[in-house]
């Protein structure tokens, strides 16, 4: 039996990438998980297919985690599958670099509501759902730690991720909910191939600022969700931990 066996995951954003990465691995150990995606259905069901094939219990809801209705159904069907909520992976974000002067109130809001409304939304839900115990594992980045020029927005939302993480730790740990954050590196995705920055220059900064010489896999990120999630870290809440290969960006 694995580390998770009997508990039940929601992980958000978990068609692709890194959400992909953890919702399989959390699986593996046990758990049965909701890949939750906003647009990318068939990613999503291959996915939770690829779960199942490998003898997991697995289910996909849509919802935009910045909406409050698509929350409480995201919510809702999860309990009517599985009847309660053990773990909640707060991976579903957004993020853009762009200079000072091309930042619009558009930006603001599409990277605040996505990566700290849904946050916060979605941590009400499940902790609402959580029967005595649970842990939230939120993702941050390490630009909350070490903003990098143009991204000034993006590094706020993650850093505002933190607070709430530090601040909810606090707060639910009368009630036995650890909330800790994942602050990973770049890590090569879907979404870093496709704006660029999974390669190139970029990616050569980011690797000479990394000692163990490599961009991340989201596996890397995953197996430290696991340990987040399990009873493995039973002592910790309320912490930030950078996993990028040492990177300080």
């Known amino acids: 039996m694995g580390k998770l066996a009997g508990k039940t995951a929601v992980v958000t954003g978990a068609s692709k990438g890194i959400g992909a990465g953890i919702a399989k691995a959390l699986a593996k150990e046990g758990a049965s998980v ?29 919802a935009d985690v910045s909406k409050q209705a698509d929350v409480d159904r995201l919510f809702a069907e999860t309990k009517k599958a599985f009847g309660k909520v053990d773990i909640l992976v707060n991976n579903a974000g957004v993020y853009e670099f762009a200079p000072i002067e091309q930042i619009t109130e558009a930006s603001y809001r599409r990277m605040f509501d996505l990566n700290v409304l849904g946050t916060v939304l979605s941590t009400q839900a499940a902790v609402k ?10 993702l941050s980045s390490v630009v909350s730690l070490t903003p990098v020029p143009t991204g000034s927005l993006y590094s706020a939302t993650k850093g505002a991720v933190d607070v ?23 890590v090569e995705t879907e979404g870093t191939r496709a704006a660029g920055t999974s390669e190139g220059e970029f990616k050569s900064f980011a690797v000479s600022r990394t000692p163990l010489g490599r961009v991340g896999a989201p596996e890397d ?17 309320g912490e930030v931990l950078p996993v990028g290969g040492g990177a300080r960006l």
């Open 129 to 138: 759902a959580m029967n005595g115990s649970g842990s939230i594992i939120n």
């Open 221 to 237: 990120i995953a197996k430290v969700a696991v340990f987040l999630a399990s009873d493995d870290s039973a002592w910790i809440t």
């Open 34 to 62: 909701v890949v939750n995606y906003a647009r990318g259905k068939d990613d999503a069901e291959k996915v939770s297919a690829e779960i199942q094939r490998s003898g997991g219990k697995s289910i996909t809801v849509q």
């Open 164 to 186: 709430i993480t530090r601040s909810l730790a606090l707060e639910l740990g009368p009630r036995n909910i650890r909330v800790n954050s994942l602050a990973p590196g770049l």
